[in-house]
């Protein structure tokens, strides 16, 4: 059975927009029965990748009981998430954006929290943003607070909300000039039952029926 439902599903889409580049926002890993294969094309085809709690939990072997997924990633894939950015920055049309994948950066952030707290993402120590985009709750959205945008890219393979392969495209000048933005949600259908018929096929997978539940009907199951 062909792996990577979700990713392949969305690398077409890519091929297709051809975007200038390809970011990463985290867990590349952790989910699901092909994290070797999943982390290599981060690896093959993001310009930009910073690490999320999924990668730093396993790649630094944090917990006893992702054993499975360290033996399916060996030494060499574990050292390089572990050693992932936890954060980057890009000035887009004039606006500073904060980028990094939720936590560990900070606690999870999803679209109903309030304002009070999704709007503390905007300030840290390298100073203040008039953008967050990040992804960890797996569900898409934009909101626009006081501090300026906040937008979740969503989940390729283990979207919430809506079982499909999001993702975020963002189109303006890599420039301190002001300027004008786009920002818009890529759903990807994909073939959502061939991504559990892998996980069904592999006894030893963590959290199998959560995950098979999640992949299907979009709803968070664990």
Not at 36 to 45: F, L
Not at 123 to 145: C, E, K, N
Not at 151 to 171: D, K
Request: net charge negative; with cysteine.
């Amino acid at each position: 059975m062909r792996l990577l439902p979700a990713t392949l599903a969305m690398e077409r889409e890519l091929q297709r927009l051809r975007p200038d580049q390809v970011w990463f926002l985290g867990d590349a890993v952790g989910k699901g029965p092909s994290n070797a294969e999943t982390c290599d094309w981060v690896r093959a085809h993001c310009t930009l990748c910073l690490g999320g709690n999924w990668d730093y939990g396993i790649g630094g072997m944090e917990f006893p009981e992702d054993g499975y997924f360290w033996n399916q990633l060996g030494k060499e894939r574990m050292a390089w998430l572990n050693g992932l950015p936890r954060e980057a920055e890009v000035t887009l049309g004039g606006i500073r954006f904060r980028l990094f994948h939720g936590r560990p950066v900070t606690e999870l952030m999803q679209v109903q929290d309030d304002k009070g707290k999704l709007g503390a993402s905007f300030h840290s120590p390298a100073g203040d943003f008039g953008g967050v985009i990040f992804a960890d709750s797996h569900r898409p959205f934009l909101r626009t607070l006081h501090e300026g945008y906040i937008i979740n890219t969503g989940s390729v393979g283990n979207s919430m909300g809506v079982p499909r392969a999001h993702a975020l495209l963002a189109e303006g000048e890599l420039t301190e000039e002001p300027g004008p933005l786009s920002f818009s949600l890529l759903s990807v259908p994909y073939d959502n039952e061939a991504a559990a018929d892998l996980a069904r096929q592999d006894a030893k997978l963590p959290h199998r029926e959560a995950y098979i539940t999640e992949v299907t009907t979009g709803v968070y199951s664990r």
